[in-house]
């Protein structure tokens, strides 16, 4: 455990050590959810207007929430493992006495606390303007913390899982553009999923995606209360392990790709 705990400490130093990039990607988030509250306002601010079953404030709190999953576990993680992978420096990881996958999800974890730092100071200048939320009742609070807490190794595997493609093609930008896209589409980050079709709301609702944003921010809003919320944590926690395993196989399918020279 001592060299996992080590691993995270690294990240976090390395995060502090390259705040401007870090904080840049936080910013991008921030900014994403400033527009957002823009356009909803607009859309929602009307006395009594509701589309989709949201009116203004469960909108408001529905996008914090937003905010928060997407500013937890930031890019940072995704460019320093497709560098290393890239640079073959990824052979140094491998003769380490330390699982790679159990690594990079500890490197993952050593930046959170200084994401939730931040997540903290930018919901409270937004609800300086906004207005506080309405918290949950106590079963949903607690199912909605839980549903947070899973989201750092659901967010994790699947920004770990999109870049072991890393060992098949050197065009990590373009796996983080797709990954960012189908995450922040299908999640319902940009459009809560109850404003899709049918059909696709309910292929999204019960993918690994919808865990990122959408499950924890109905939770928080009492769109999914007691049987329906815990069905959603239940499946988030399915999806964690499941990716958890599948991610495994791919990397040991990936390792045979792996040609590094140098002396």
């Not at 207007?49 to 529905?62: A, L, V």
């Not at 909605?144 to 093609?169: D, G, N």
């Not at 980050?189 to 865990?211: E, K």
Request: glycine share 10%; hydrophobic share 60%.
């Amino acid at each position: 455990m001592r060299a996992y705990t080590a691993h995270a400490r690294a990240a976090a130093l390395s995060a502090l050590a390259y705040r401007g990039n870090f904080l840049m990607s936080l910013g991008g988030v921030a900014f994403q959810l400033i527009a957002l509250l823009a356009v909803w306002k607009v859309l929602l601010g009307g006395a009594g207007t509701r589309i989709g079953g949201f009116d203004w404030p469960h909108m408001r709190s529905y996008l914090l929430v937003a905010f928060a999953s997407g500013a937890l576990v930031g890019t940072f993680v995704d460019f320093r493992m497709a560098w290393r992978i890239k640079s073959g420096l990824v052979a140094l990881d491998l003769v380490k006495p330390v699982d790679y996958q159990r690594a990079r999800l500890w490197e993952a974890i050593g930046g959170v606390w200084i994401e939730i730092a931040v997540i903290a100071v930018v919901a409270t200048v937004s609800m300086l303007f906004s207005g506080v939320p309405e918290l949950p009742p106590g079963p949903e609070l607690a199912l909605f913390a839980t549903s947070m807490l899973l989201l750092i190794p659901l967010k994790f595997i699947i920004v770990y899982f999109s870049t072991l493609a890393c060992f098949w093609t050197q065009n990590d930008v373009g796996i983080l553009w797709a990954r960012q896209a189908v995450t922040g589409l299908l999640s319902g980050a940009l459009v809560p999923l109850a404003y899709f079709p049918g059909w696709l709301a309910t292929a999204a609702q019960w993918s690994p995606f919808a865990g990122l944003t959408s499950t924890p921010a109905l939770i928080f809003v009492g769109q999914a209360s007691g049987g329906h919320a815990l069905l959603l944590v239940g499946v988030q926690l399915a999806w964690v392990i499941v990716l958890w395993y599948a991610a495994r196989a791919l990397f040991s399918r990936a390792l045979r790709q792996l040609t590094v020279h140098g002396g």
